[in-house]
Antibody, heavy 117, light 106 residues
Framework: QVQLVQSGAEVRKPGASVKVSCEAS????????MHWLRQAPGQGLEWMGV????????TSAQRFQGRVTMASDTSTSTVYMELSSLRSEDTAVYYC??????????WGQGTLLTVSS | DIQMTQSPSSLSASVGDRVTITCRAS??????LAWFQQKPGRAPKSLIY???SLQSGVPSKFSGSGSGTDFSLTISSLQPEDFATYYC?????????FGGGTKVEI
């Protein structure tokens, strides 16, 4: 059974950056596309981007281009998402989620990011 | 971007009821449609992929159908643990986009 375990809650000031990690269990890491999504308080899901199984290719949503960086470390089966130039509207729960294709089969537990001065 | 429209946005039901939620895509997405369930304060749980295939471990009371632009999720007999918000999303192309959710409540 695949498990995705994310790093803990973060608090940042406006203008700062945050890096969230997501560690995958099992032998799926090298086959999984890993997505990053977020959910603002009381809102629906918003897709941010995806990194390919090898980590060699990333695609991000247009509204996050230039602010989001995704990377993977195959030695630790961990993917990372860094979001820069934070503003209050970035306060949300951030999820990693993975699947063998572009679909999402499994979700991480979520990481709460609070952006506040 | 492909727009996903879910209806209804909420519904009231009772234990044992059969409920159906619909999802419409703004363009043909084939069968690249998935459904997931989310309970308050919890991470989403994937239920269905490829419009009608059950994820491993998901009970057969959940079923999905449709192709092209019109899709539906049916829960055959609601149980207390099924009261949650349900979302559809497409994965036909990037960006993935999501329906607005359907809250199923008593």
């Amino acid at each position: 059974q695949v498990q995705l375990v994310q790093s803990g809650a973060e608090v940042r000031k406006p203008g700062a950056s945050v890096k969230v990690s997501c560690e995958a269990s099992g032998n799926t890491f090298t086959s999984y596309y890993m997505h990053w999504l977020r959910q603002a308080p009381g809102q629906g899901l918003e897709w941010m981007g995806v990194i390919s199984p090898s980590g060699g290719s990333t695609t991000s949503a247009q509204r996050f281009q230039g602010r989001v960086t995704m990377a993977s470390d195959t030695s630790t089966s961990t993917v990372y998402m860094e979001l820069s130039s934070l503003r209050s509207e970035d306060t949300a729960v951030y999820y990693c989620a993975g699947g063998y294709g572009y679909n999402i089969d499994h979700w991480g537990q979520g990481t709460l990011l609070t952006v506040s001065s | 971007d492909i727009q996903m429209t879910q209806s209804p946005s909420s519904l009231s039901a009772s234990v044992g009821d059969r409920v159906t939620i619909t999802c419409r895509a703004s363009e043909d997405i084939g069968n690249f449609l998935a459904w997931f369930q989310q309970k308050p304060g919890r991470a989403p749980k994937s239920l269905i992929y490829a419009a009608s295939s059950l994820q491993s471990g998901v009970p057969s009371k959940f079923s999905g159908s449709g192709s092209g632009t019109d899709f539906s999720l049916t829960i055959s007999s609601l149980q207390p643990e099924d009261f949650a918000t349900y979302y559809c999303h497409h994965y036909n192309s990037f960006p993935l986009t999501f329906g607005g959710g359907t809250k199923v409540e008593i």
